[in-house]
């Protein structure tokens, strides 16, 4: 690859927008950290491409404005938007308005798999398991379903587990219609949807349908189990960090790890999405079910980069190298 190709990283910081956990005072959102793009723009430097941090939507919007020309700059899209309810489409959308190319996927991809309730329906037609759910935005809606505890209950339109703590399993209705009204006080759309136990799994993907180059399989333990079977990963346990993490294959059997990287693959053909992605499973000896998938997973220090990074003994500049490869790879072949 030509090193002379300048990376602009696109983000608004995580601490513009408001405290998404209550259980500290540091910020937590789905946003990146200050100091996970400054670690993002190190590992790049050192694979020899000038780097920079461009900034977030604003100064997109003030590039598309003031018709700004980018020559040789690839733009890696790290941003989740503002706060509007389409906010995660925004940045793909400008940079499109822009005329420049970007790592990541497009708009509707990017505002496909933010809605958790039609990305499984979606899914579910291409013959891929998920647990049974629905759409709930008022206290009403939950009154007409006939459900079986125990329930999982979560907004539908969020990432990075907000508005998911270990209330949201309920094991009755006097629960369940609790966590319910706590949510629908913040958020519109709540899904609910069967609790699954078994291994909490997350696959990250690097590459394109065509070439896939990096596929870790990654398992979570909370309190000593890694087979849950009432737990949930919640927002408390990401930001406290108390949640641990290990390659699937310290715990799980071979052709378990394989069958999952199947799936992946085929999910993210399926979505058409690009360059990189994380899938988010739960694994029991019945069957894995696919919970959801983000085309912006965080890339940083104390993500799965960072735990994959530490496992395989490999600097992350190689994997974040894998990820421009398969950009300018994707963007070349046109």
């Known amino acids: 690859m030509h090193r002379n190709i300048k990376i602009a990283i696109i983000a608004n910081t995580r601490d513009e927008f408001e405290n998404a956990s209550d259980i500290s005072n540091i910020i937590y959102n789905d946003n990146p950290s200050k100091k996970s793009i400054d670690y993002l723009l190190s590992e790049i430097r050192c694979l020899g491409f000038e780097s920079f941090f461009f900034g977030g939507i604003e100064e997109l919007i003030t590039a598309c404005k003031e018709k700004k020309e980018y020559q040789n700059t690839l733009f890696f899209n790290l941003s989740d938007g503002l706060t509007q309810p389409s906010r995660k489409g925004q940045a793909a959308f400008l940079l499109e308005i822009l005329g420049v190319p970007y790592i990541g996927s497009d708009p509707f991809t990017r505002l496909m798999t933010a809605n958790k309730s039609y990305t499984k329906q979606f899914l579910c037609s291409q013959e891929i398991t998920s647990p049974n759910g629905h759409i709930i935005r008022s206290l009403n809606d939950f ?81 000593g189990k890694t087979y849950f079977d009432k737990e949930v990963l919640g927002i408390k346990e990401k930001a406290t960090g108390v949640r641990k993490q290990f390659l699937g294959e310290e715990i799980l059997q071979k052709n378990q790890i394989e069958y999952i990287k199947k799936m992946s693959n085929k999910i993210f053909k399926c979505l058409n999405l690009k360059d990189y992605a994380r899938f988010d499973y739960r694994l029991n000896n019945k069957q894995l079910y696919f919970l959801e998938a983000s085309p912006n997973p965080v890339l940083s220090e104390t993500s799965e980069l960072g735990l994959i990074s530490l496992k395989r003994q490999t600097p992350a500049r190689l994997y974040l190298e894998a990820v421009i490869n398969s950009a300018v790879l994707r963007i070349n072949t046109k």
């Open 143 to 223: 009154s007409q379903y006939d459900i079986e505890y125990p329930i999982m209950i979560k907004p539908n339109n969020e990432g990075s587990s907000i508005g998911i703590t270990q209330e949201s399993v309920a094991f009755d209705f006097t629960s369940a219609v609790y966590y319910l009204n706590k949510l629908l006080n913040k958020f519109d759309e709540i899904l609910i949807e069967q609790y699954i136990e078994g291994y909490d799994i997350t696959n990250l993907v690097i590459g394109n349908s065509d070439s896939f180059l990096v596929s870790e399989v990654i398992i979570s333990s909370l309190n």
